[in-house]
């Protein structure tokens, strides 16, 4: 399912990313690989604030839904 259904506080695994190759190797240099552990901290005006290998990043929502969790 897409990372932004699993909800606010929810971790979930990145199985693949979707979409273009630029936007893959984009997401892939923020550190959206295939295994890492994600989760959502927050929703902010169409924006995700997504945790990640200790990190957070904000990406729109059109990009989070590439990004396919388990």
Do not use: C, H, W, Y
Not at 16 to 30: A, D, M, P, V, Y
Not at 39 to 63: H, L, P, Q
């Amino acid at each position: 399912m897409p990372l932004t259904m699993i909800g606010v506080g929810t971790q979930g695994v990145i199985q693949k990313i979707q979409g273009k190759e630029e936007t893959r190797k984009f997401l892939e240099s923020l550190g959206f690989v295939p295994g890492s552990t994600v989760a959502i901290v927050t929703e902010i005006g169409g924006n995700v604030i997504v945790d990640i290998k200790a990190s957070r990043v904000a990406i729109g929502r059109d990009m989070a839904n590439k990004i396919i969790v388990v």
